[in-house]
């Protein structure tokens, strides 16, 4: 592992090292020890005992010798070395006279900085005191990894957290819609008609399927991300406009019936069967259909308009949610725009995660889409998607 796989941030180890620099002070009986790293320009003192000191020039400093030496480096009288006698903190302050360092190494032989200390006067140190610097020398780089590893841990849980919330937010419209058809026929108890209970059943069981597929491509898109440029991969998955609108309908018609909104789908029967890639497509349209519904109160309408548009050898989709209900102020669609969105209450008390909208401005950016939202306050609001398509 080299200094820059180690990805270390220079300012947040202090602590994590105090320790080791007081003691190769105490064990060598010297004034100073500092645990530096260096990169090609900079010596970083990522902990320092007896000598305040963040940085300096690689080129200013002795333990730019010390990660060319194989087991140490000694400088008996800095003032009587060509190379060091005129440097500052030897002709000046603080007129450091003495030198030993280790090189920092890591298991698979990179060399990434130093374990030094430093004194005033010439000292004199014995075999055993040596072993004990090569000992703190492998703790600090033992405590580097430890770190990374730490670190990139955190990352994965925070990782999987996010992904957690995401196929949440995502399948709680549709889900929500489920158990709201299951409520109203337990409500009704015997009071319910064979032919609709038939007809809710359908429903339940038709989103029910569509929910695992919509949590199948939020589940995809997230091992899909260490693509260099998902925009430019084929997607595997290919689908046309019939099929989307297929699945939009048997995800989000639970949610429609259970709140009496009158949810249609629209499409052009030329273009309907043209094959595309589904890359992100339920996330997307689905957050905005959840939207829509939300802030729709009961008895209004929501629809979906996709269309497929060719000019010259690009193929364009364009996707359209519209609805009459309770708007988006100015303020709020900034928020959205800049991805920096939070949850409110639906017509009807509905809950959030408070990035849903956020969350698609992201991913249409990262499809090179554009998106733009127009709204009057009590009128109702409309959500424009422009997808270039790439096969």
């Not at 405590?143 to 999987?160: G, Y």
């Not at 889900?175 to 015997?190: E, F, N, S």
């Not at 019936?257 to 029967?269: E, G, M, Q, R, Y």
């Not at 708007?327 to 709020?332: R, T, V």
């Amino acid at each position: 592992m080299s200094l820059v796989e180690l990805d270390v941030d220079y300012s947040d180890h202090q602590h994590s090292f105090k320790d080791l620099a007081k003691l190769a002070a105490k064990v060598t009986g010297t004034k100073i020890s500092l645990v530096n790293l260096i990169d090609s320009l900079t010596q970083w003192t990522i902990s320092n005992y007896g000598m305040d000191v963040e940085q300096m020039l690689r080129e200013e400093s002795i333990c730019q010798y010390t990660i060319m030496e194989q087991d140490h480096f000694e400088v008996d009288d800095l003032s009587a070395d060509e190379r060091f006698k005129d440097k500052q903190y030897v002709n000046g302050d603080p007129n450091l006279r003495y030198y030993y360092g280790v090189p920092l190494k890591t298991i698979n032989g990179h060399q990434i900085g130093a374990l030094c200390v430093l004194d005033y006067e010439h000292k004199s140190l014995d075999p055993e005191k040596i072993e004990l610097m090569k000992i703190i020398a492998d703790e600090v780089v033992t405590r580097l990894q430890t770190l990374k590893v730490m670190d990139n841990l955190k990352s994965k849980l925070l990782e999987a957290k996010q992904m957690q919330k995401k196929v949440a937010h995502d399948i709680r419209g549709p889900l929500g819609g489920i158990v709201g058809l299951a409520q109203i026929i337990r409500d009704q108890g015997y009071n319910n008609q064979m032919d609709e209970v038939l007809e809710f059943i359908s429903l339940i069981h038709k989103s029910g399927n569509s929910i695992l597929d919509l949590a199948g491509e939020i589940l995809e898109t997230s091992k899909d991300k260490a693509l260099p440029d998902r925009s430019k991969t084929p997607d595997t998955g290919i689908f046309n406009l019939n099929v989307f609108k297929d699945k939009l309908i048997k995800l989000y018609s639970p949610q429609a019936k259970h709140k009496n909104i009158l949810f249609t789908v629209i499409t052009t029967p030329l273009t309907e069967n043209i094959a595309l890639p589904k890359n992100k497509l339920l996330q997307i349209t689905g957050n905005l259909i959840s939207n829509s519904m939300k802030f729709t109160p009961v008895g209004g309408h929501v629809t979906v308009d996709l269309q497929l548009t060719t000019s010259g050898e690009q193929v364009v989709l364009y996707i359209t949610v519209f609805d009459n209900g309770i708007g988006i102020s100015e303020e709020s669609i900034e928020d959205i725009m800049s991805e920096n969105a939070v949850s409110t209450e639906g017509t009807s008390g509905e809950k959030g995660y408070g990035f849903g909208l956020s969350l698609v401005k992201h991913l249409v950016s990262s499809l090179n889409g554009t998106m733009q939202i127009t709204s009057r306050t009590g009128e109702g609001t409309t959500f424009n998607i422009r997808l270039p398509q790439n096969f």
